[in-house]
Structure formats: C-alpha cells, structure tokens
C-alpha cells in the first residue's frame, strides 16, 4: 500500500476506517502505524483506499 502524499489532505477519512493503520498527527500529515498488514487490517484498509477523497491510496 502507497500514499501519495502530494495528493493527501490530511483529513484522516482512512483512519476512520482503518486506525490500527493510519493516523494523522496534529500536524495533519498521514503516519502509516504498519507497513505489514494482517488480512483483517487490509480489509479496513481496501475501504480506506475507496474512501479516500483526493485518491492519495494504492494498494500497489
Ligand atoms: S483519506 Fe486520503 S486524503 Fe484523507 S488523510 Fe487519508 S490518505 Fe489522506
């Protein structure tokens, strides 16, 4: 999984949906907490990427 940090906002619509994965600090940038995902977490993290507004998600 990606970011495109040109692309993020910094909204946290990801963490909503996968918080044991992302979180935005209170700077508004985007910490990854994880890059090895368990099945259960990529799930959260496929809604994430489907969700996120500006498209800043990939699974590559
Ligand atoms: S949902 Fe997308 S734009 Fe919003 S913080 Fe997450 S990666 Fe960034």
Do not use: K, W, Y
């Amino acid at each position: 999984m990606t970011v495109d940090r040109s692309r993020c906002n910094g909204l946290g619509v990801c963490e909503a949906f996968a918080p044991d994965v992302f979180e935005v600090d209170d700077n508004g940038d985007l910490v990854l907490l994880t890059e090895q995902l368990t099945d259960a977490q990529l799930e959260g993290v496929d809604q994430a990427i489907a969700a996120c507004p500006t498209e800043a998600l990939s699974r590559a």
